[in-house]
């Protein structure tokens, strides 16, 4: 893919596997939901008590996936590889959990505001989780089947 075609496949895209190296070591992939910020930054959010944070704490390197398609010359995707830097500003956590109310529940806009209170109020919970992407890998067999024809 392009860089346009993969920021636009990224901010679209409906779930991240976040694959963090678990106790023994080995890969834990989990789903999680995500928003793409005004600077095409990917940003989660989750709780201060879960394995992923526990596990990002060790070792904050991390891969992530986000792939679509049901076919093979549909298949699609961009692998994401860096860091995790955890944040815990209320501000910041809030502002991811109304921006997955937006994308994922279709939160009205007038909503906003109160939404977004809501959130900063149950923050201290949550844990921010940005990343920050050392390489982009992008397919899209859909190009590869057209030339192949």
């Known amino acids: 893919m392009t860089p346009a075609e ?3 496949f990224l901010a679209d895209g409906r779930t991240v596997i976040l694959v ?7 890969p834990d992939p989990v789903p999680m939901w995500y928003v793409v910020d005004e600077t095409g930054r990917v940003r989660m959010r989750t709780y201060k008590s879960s394995q992923k944070v526990v596990n990002l704490r060790r070792e ?13 010359g549909e298949l699609r995707g961009v692998q994401l590889t860096g860091r995790i830097e955890l944040v815990e500003d209320p501000d910041w956590i809030a502002d991811v959990v109304v921006g997955l109310a937006v994308k994922y529940e279709g939160l009205a806009l007038e909503r906003l505001a109160a939404a977004r209170e809501s959130a900063r109020n ?5 844990m921010g989780l ?4 050392d390489q982009t890998v ?3 067999h859909g190009k590869t089947a057209s030339v192949q024809r």
């Open 122 to 126: 149950r923050a201290a919970k949550q």
């Open 20 to 26: 963090t190296l678990g106790p023994d070591g080995l």
């Open 130 to 133: 940005l990343l920050h992407v």
């Open 6 to 8: 993969t920021r636009t």
């Open 60 to 72: 904050p390197r991390v891969c992530c996936l986000v792939e679509d398609g049901g076919r093979y």
């Open 138 to 140: 992008s397919w899209d």
